[in-house]
Nanobody
Framework: QVQVVESGGGLVQAGGSLRLSCVAS???????MAWWRQVPGNQREEVAS???????YYADSVKGRFTVSRDNGKNMVYLQMNNLKPDDTAVYYC?????????WGQGTQVTVSS
């Protein structure tokens, strides 16, 4: 069983930066770690993910602005968000994926004011 807990959300002005952190309990070395976000009334969308050896994926909407990284030794995953836009406002979720196993955090609110 894996548990993930996010932190680092908050309120920021457009153009600002935030860094989200996610700590996982249990061994997540062989999991794909991902960040998702959801706006009320919309489907949850994958923002970025990172595989064990560092291969990354980014949604087109965040490419060049967000950076995902992980520290396998500490079971930590990070999402550095720069040049934030009001459209980035959402609840951000950390998730661990391996096969049919998916573990989700409770989410952290990110609000970007214009």
């Amino acid at each position: 069983q894996v548990q993930v807990v996010e932190s680092g959300g908050g309120l920021v002005q457009a153009g600002g930066s935030l860094r989200l952190s996610c700590v996982a309990s249990g061994t997540t070395f062989d999991y794909v770690m991902a960040w998702w976000r959801q706006v009320p009334g919309n489907q949850r969308e994958e923002v970025a993910s990172i595989r064990t050896l560092g291969t990354t994926y980014y949604a087109d909407s965040v490419k060049g602005r967000f950076t995902v990284s992980r520290d396998n030794g500490k079971n930590m995953v990070y999402l550095q968000m720069n040049n934030l836009k009001p459209d980035d406002t959402a609840v951000y979720y950390c998730a661990a994926h391996r096969g049919t196993n998916n573990y989700w955090g409770q989410g952290t609110q990110v609000t970007v004011s214009s």
